[in-house]
């Protein structure tokens, strides 16, 4: 079993900045890869970004050159740094990661934290 647990959600100005992190617990062997989904109020989750154990990441085209993602496999944490916010980018941010289990992957979620953009 895998525990994900966002923070560092919360209320910024349009053109501010915020950096999710999302730290991983649990009983794992190792992941393939983690990443983050958003979900806006009456819309489906999306995905914004994902990063590999390799490190190779992929972004949602509305979220490129804004966000980044990132891995620290030490802290066993997974980042999104998210720059020049747009009211737009305001939703419910969920980490989610596939992780190596004692029979063959998973896949786990966070409960979620909010980020709201004002405009």
């Known amino acids: 079993q895998v525990q994900l647990v966002e923070s560092g959600g919360g209320l910024v100005q349009a053109g501010g900045s915020l950096r999710l992190s999302c730290v991983a617990s649990?009983?794992?062997?190792?992941?393939?890869?983690m990443g983050w989904y958003r979900q806006a109020p009456g819309k489906e989750r999306e995905l914004v970004a994902t990063?590999?154990?390799?490190?190779?990441?992929n972004y949602a085209d509305s979220v490129k050159g804004r966000f980044t993602i990132s891995r620290d496999n030490a802290k066993n944490t997974v980042y999104l740094q998210m720059n020049s916010l747009k009211p737009e980018d305001t939703a419910d941010y969920y980490c989610?990661?596939?992780?190596?289990?004692?029979?063959?992957?998973?896949?786990?979620w966070g409960q979620g934290t909010q980020v709201t953009v004002s405009s």
């Open positions: 990063v590999t154990s390799g490190g190779s990441t």
């Open positions: 989610t990661g596939r992780f190596v289990v004692l029979v063959g992957t998973s896949d786990y």
């Open positions: 649990g009983s794992a062997f190792s992941f393939v890869s």
